[in-house]
């Protein structure tokens, strides 16, 4: 099945929603003219879903210049809000964002956010920095 989105309706949307759709959807999205993107989010996203995500993981990274980096990412979740602290090198930063199927986007202030996939066995893999940079968030116990 393929969903088509015009043009103008495509160009306002955010690069990670469109990602997001075309995963949650499962298929290619096709630019002609036909259903808009309006519709694709009513029969994708669904509000909530993140506050399955609670808790604190260890975070294993690396930087776009390749160092690697550890730490810890506290997440919490109101209203379908996912808010996240990150505490790495004893710097700490925030976030905050919402899910679209199994992707999470997170913008932490940067001019790039953060977009995870959530995995069936919990974990999240992210990148950054316009896909430069990535990590790994794993529940601690």
Known sequence: ????LNAGTLNRLAASAVVAISMAVGTALIIPGGM????????????????QLEGTYSVDGRNPNGSPYKGRVHITAKNGVAFFR???SGQTFHGQGSMAGAVLT?????SQPVI????ADGTL??????G???????RIK
Do not use: C
């Not at 997170?106 to 940067?110: F, K, L, M, N, T």
């Open 1 to 4: 099945m393929l969903h088509f």
């Open 36 to 51: 808009s993107a309006q519709a694709g989010f009513k029969a994708v996203i669904s509000p909530g879903g993140v506050e």
């Open 86 to 88: 990150w505490e790495i």
């Open 106 to 110: 997170i913008d932490w202030g940067e």
């Open 116 to 119: 995870y996939q959530v995995n």
């Open 125 to 130: 893999d992210g990148t950054w920095s316009g």
């Open 132 to 138: 430069k940079a990535s990590e790994r968030l794993v």
